[in-house]
């Protein structure tokens, strides 16, 4: 064999392979319209929130799109006959699967996550209601009605935010919402429970000024201090009610001057005040302390429930200058100028009243609240 002959096939041998190595590789075109289906996909789910609501495959998406891109990079940094894109294809058909099934997902959770918040801001309002129902005047400490006013706050920005489609701030507030007015119904509860431990008192007391006026064909009065109602009796009967302010700190016994809560107990009026002898709209004077708050003032002395230097305080009237909607007198009991004129007409020296923390068991007055 000459050496021309072994020159010209060394060519043609070459030339021949360089042909079968530029068609095949020709045929690795850049998947251009591929990765514009998966540039697509992915930007269709970040507009449907998929980032929020379905994170885990929008970033399996992101990161198959973001693996694609860089290879893709990589390949156009060879040499022509040398780029291959076959990683860069599988790279972007995951990115499409996580991307469609991103949307999927996400398209199905806001509609749970629009329903769970909605039916939640709903029971929140009603929680909030219901308290505001239960306790509007309830003589809370400032820590615990600073955290309602929060609540009530944070339910208004919830309310926007979820009008405004922003889900997950919605929820990340109603958490923090949910379990402020659950700490607070907690404490409520726990106060009240307590304080009506002496209802069965109560009762008694009730009892007795009913049967006290039947008998004696006359008036008597009593203060119901939960419910804010003065109920005024004749003959043992029901006649009126009328709706009372009592002082800043009602709940409890009167213990010593100063405390701004309302005594509880069987009292009599002792005097009547016109206008001009009194500064507000008329009273009535009770005979506050009567011997067993005297007692009990020693006692709680004596055991350091009170201090040493306290005093046991006077000057417990019913009397006008009501409808402010607010507790707030210094332990009296206040009505509408109409309602004390109402009362001034019927009462006497010596006429009853009693004041109780409430003329209803707790069971019923819970059943009336969620009714």
């Known amino acids: 064999m000459s050496m021309r002959y072994f020159k010209w096939l060394i060519i043609y041998t070459l030339t021949s392979l360089t042909i079968v190595i530029l068609v095949v590789n020709f045929k690795q075109k850049p998947p251009i319209g591929l990765m514009s289906v998966a540039r697509s996909n992915l930007a269709k789910a970040e507009k449907f929130h998929a ?6 495959l929008y970033i399996k998406a992101k990161l ?5 891109m860089t290879q893709w990079n990589i390949e156009n940094e060879k040499f022509f006959i040398s780029r291959n894109y076959k990683l860069v294809e599988k790279n972007a058909n995951q990115s499409n699967i996580f991307s469609l099934k991103a949307i ?5 959770n806001l509609v749970k996550i629009e329903n769970n918040i909605s039916v939640r801001i709903s ?3 009603r929680q909030i209601d219901s308290l505001n129902k239960q306790f509007g005047n309830f003589p809370f400490n400032g820590q615990i009605t600073n955290k309602l006013a929060n609540c009530k706050l944070l339910l208004n920005e919830v309310i926007l935010a979820y009008k405004q489609s922003e889900y997950l701030i919605a929820d990340e507030k109603l958490v923090t919402a949910e379990l402020s007015l659950n700490e607070i119904s907690d404490n409520y509860d726990n106060l009240i429970e307590e304080y009506f431990k002496s209802y069965p008192d109560w009762k008694k007391l009730i009892e007795k000024t009913i049967l006290d006026s039947k008998k004696s064909h006359s008036y008597s009065i009593i203060i119901d201090k939960y419910n804010r109602e003065c109920l005024l009796y004749k003959k043992g009967e029901l006649k009126v009610r009328y709706t009372i302010e009592l002082g800043t700190n009602w709940i409890g016994d009167k213990n010593y001057q100063g405390d701004k809560t309302t005594p509880e107990g069987y009292y009599k009026i002792v005097g009547l005040k016109k206008n001009g002898e009194t500064k507000y709209y008329k009273a009535l004077l009770l005979n506050y302390p009567n011997d067993e708050d005297k007692k009990r003032f020693v006692s709680n002395k004596k055991n350091g429930i009170i201090g040493k230097d306290a005093k046991i305080g006077n000057l417990i ?3 006008g200058n009501g409808g402010k909607g607010i507790d707030w007198t210094d332990g009296c009991v206040a009505l509408h100028n109409e309602d004390m004129d109402k009362l001034f007409e019927v009462c006497k020296p010596g006429t009853i009243v009693t004041i109780v923390g409430s003329t209803k068991p707790l069971n019923e007055i819970y059943k009336s609240v969620n009714e």
Do not use: G, N, T, V
């Open 64 to 68: 198959c799109f973001d693996s694609a």
């Open 317 to 319: 009237e019913i009397h």
């Open 104 to 108: 999927e997902q996400s398209a199905h």
């Open 123 to 125: 029971r929140l309002q």
């Open 51 to 56: 980032s929020k609501y379905s994170r885990d």
